[in-house]
T-cell receptor, first 113, second 115 residues
Framework: EAQVTQNPRYLITVTGKKLTVTCSQN?????MSWYRQDPGLGLRQIYY???????DKGDVPEGYKVSRKEKRNFPLILESPSPNQTSLYFC????????????FGPGTRLTVL | QKEVEQDPGPLSVPEGAIVSLNCTYS??????FMWYRQYSRKGPELLMY????GNKEDGRFTAQVDKSSKYISLFIRDSQPSDSATYLC???????????????FGTGTRLKVLA
């Protein structure tokens, strides 16, 4: 089944404790992206990647890191999480042009205390 | 001012009604316009996309873009309870330096279709 998977689905952590949210897709898509979704602010792009070793900042990259060492994986790293990073995070992937469908993962709900 | 503005609703309509969802935007560089549907506790899924002014129809859904007014709409005909979800507009713009595309989403409109 074609899908985007994220792990963990739920995470409660404390300020300053480094964490990684993994994202993997099995569709051989070149483009992958991370978003956060907050009430009243909607879905905002954090980072995106056009291909292996090619990444670019979205609208809200501060406090996040990404890497794209393999085509299928695009982990999101929070080196020193803070409470304002409490949010619902989505990973997405697509193939081809910018109008092609982005396939979204199921989401990761992160709470930073 | 946000680049994309969308009324958050909620919008409640009776089954069978025609629903109109709208977004306005400020960046004339936006090239592609999309509508996503998001059910509760799920990731968004693409409904429709378009890149030119005018209408595009797909079944009960019609996407409309007016680039001169910087306004896009999604119409749902014969709405069903299964259409109850949050609808997000999205736009993409090319990064002139890197040639990549980034996406800007609206905040979403929550729709409830009453049986």
């Amino acid at each position: 089944e074609a899908q985007v998977t994220q792990n963990p689905r739920y995470l409660i952590t404390v300020t300053g404790k480094k964490l990684t949210v993994t994202c993997s897709q099995n569709m051989n898509h070149e483009y992958m992206s991370w978003y956060r979704q907050d009430p009243g602010l909607g879905l905002r792009q954090i980072y995106y990647s056009m291909n292996v070793e090619v990444t670019d900042k979205g609208d809200v990259p501060e406090g996040y890191k990404v890497s794209r060492k393999e085509k299928r994986n695009f982990p999101l790293i929070l080196e020193s999480p803070s409470p304002n990073q409490t949010s619902l995070y989505f990973c997405a992937s697509r193939q081809g042009g910018p109008y092609n469908e982005q396939f979204f993962g199921p989401g990761t709900r992160l709470t930073v205390l | 001012q946000k680049e994309v503005e969308q009324d958050p609703g909620p919008l409640s309509v009776p089954e069978g009604a025609i629903v109109s969802l709208n977004c306005t935007y400020s960046n004339s560089a936006f090239q592609y316009f999309m509508w996503y549907r998001q059910y509760s506790r799920k990731g968004p899924e693409l409904l429709m996309y378009t890149y030119s002014s005018g209408n595009k129809e797909d079944g009960r859904f019609t996407a409309q873009v007016d680039k001169s007014s910087k306004y896009i709409s999604l119409f749902i005909r014969d709405s069903q309870p299964s259409d109850s979800a949050t609808y997000l507009c999205a736009m993409s713009v090319r990064n002139g330096t890197s040639g990549t595309y980034k996406y800007i989403f609206g905040t979403g409109t929550r729709l409830k279709v009453l049986a």
